[in-house]
């Protein structure tokens, strides 16, 4: 049995991202940039009032207040046709070009109507430059704008309307096939008997892998037989990635390893030092990453978020692999004889400028509803026998709070 940390170690280190494809650039949010993306245009493309006001010589207002002959209108998309001269302004809106002779705007605020059209009195005096942005302070011709590792976020997917680029290579999201394992599984819309229950794990893995962009599909349920897991798998080892929920641990219809060992998949662990999910499978088949989870569905979802969160990050091109860990301050006490690490279900919030975390009612890794008052896993070191109302505890942040 190994650490949480040398089984991410090696997953990590036998992951590799995908070739990068090309993406119509609106297509591209959140996938990550698998090229450096250059300008193709001064950004501002010229010198643009950042206000509206009047563009005028600075020299001219340094004896405000002062009445200046107004000899053209300038709005946003206009060419300035007149030279702003001494004793001159040009009227000129926001995004407009600053016109010739001008080094400077004043704002309307600081103006007064002298009651005629062609005459504006000037009421505070400003410097050379105020409310101009200037040719190429944003970004200039040829400059690297987007880095190649860089998420592409709504900001980004506007620099590439900016400049441009229509179309962007990324790394794409991978494929997912999901197998549920049991006999005891029946489908969603069926009525369990008594000694069944309803096939969720396919469902909660699959919502965490699209919330990645993945392309899934759910494959169906498998039986405890080795002829049905065979049958099944097949299709899915066709992913970039297989999951395999259910039929890992040691019991008799425990068949999950056994069937991936026939099929020639290298294992790299079977176990792991944690709670919930100790009899965790990380394998590899050609192209394929397999991961056989547990089956109660706790113990699935935080062994999704420790182990194939990194990976699909990874196979995504990101340099960024885990969910963001901080420390919280810890509202109650909480006891525990666990020599495993262990991840707790937790509710967290910022308040008095630190996050303050604690755990929810939670029944042990087949209780799922608890998950759903959850939005953090609260980290239980090894050999820790308690953990004191107080104290500063690390805690995984699951739902982007930060």
């Not at 010739?100 to 050379?128: H, N, Q, Y």
């Not at 396919?202 to 498998?222: D, F, K, T």
């Not at 050999?383 to 930060?402: A, H, M, P, R, Y």
Request: net charge negative; charged share 25%.
């Amino acid at each position: 049995m190994i650490s949480v940390d040398e089984a991410k170690k090696i997953i990590i280190e036998n992951v590799s991202p995908l070739v990068p494809i090309e993406v119509y650039f609106e297509d591209a949010r959140d996938f990550c940039l698998a090229e450096d993306v250059r300008s193709d245009i001064d950004m501002p493309p010229f010198n643009r009032s950042a206000m509206d006001g009047y563009a005028v010589i600075a020299e001219d207002t340094k004896t405000a207040p002062v009445v200046l002959k107004i000899i053209e209108n300038i709005a946003a998309g206009d060419m300035p046709a007149k030279k702003v001269s001494q004793g001159c302004v040009s009227k000129i809106m926001t995004g407009a070009s600053v016109p010739e002779g001008a080094d400077a705007v004043v704002r309307f605020e600081d103006t007064d109507d002298t009651g005629t059209e062609d005459r504006v009195k000037i009421l505070k005096s400003v410097k050379t430059g105020a409310n101009i942005s200037n040719r190429g302070e944003d970004m200039q011709i040829g400059q690297i704008v987007l880095h190649a590792g860089m998420q592409i976020r709504p900001q980004e997917i506007g620099i590439l309307a900016t400049v441009g680029k229509s179309v962007v290579r990324v790394y794409p999201a991978p494929a997912v096939g999901i197998i549920s394992t049991g006999n005891e599984l029946v489908n969603v819309d069926e009525k369990p008997s008594p000694v069944q229950i309803r096939n969720s794990n396919s469902y909660s893995l699959a919502a965490q892998a699209r919330r990645m962009n993945a392309g899934v599909e759910i494959l169906g349920i498998a039986g405890d037989r080795k002829e049905d897991i065979v049958e099944i798998m097949t299709r899915g080892l066709q992913k970039d990635v297989l999951i395999l929920s259910g039929g890992v641990s040691m019991g008799e219809y425990d068949l999950v390893g056994d069937v991936l060992k026939e099929a020639g998949v290298r294992i790299y662990f079977e176990k792991v030092a944690l709670r919930p999910g100790k009899p965790v499978i990380f394998g590899k088949k050609d192209k394929t990453l397999i991961f056989a989870l547990p089956g109660n569905p706790v113990a699935s979802l935080v062994t999704f978020e420790l182990f194939i969160y990194p990976a699909i990050r990874k196979l995504m091109g990101f340099s960024s692999l885990c969910r963001t860990t901080v420390a919280a301050l810890l509202e109650t006490d909480i006891s525990t004889k666990r020599r495993r690490r262990e991840f707790r279900p937790a509710r967290c919030q910022w308040k008095e400028n630190t996050w303050s975390v604690s755990p929810v009612e939670w029944h042990g890794s087949a209780d799922l509803l608890a998950m759903t008052k959850a939005n953090c896993l609260l980290i239980i070191p090894e050999e820790t026998e308690k953990l004191s109302k107080g104290q500063f505890v690390d805690i995984i942040l699951l739902d982007n709070l930060c």
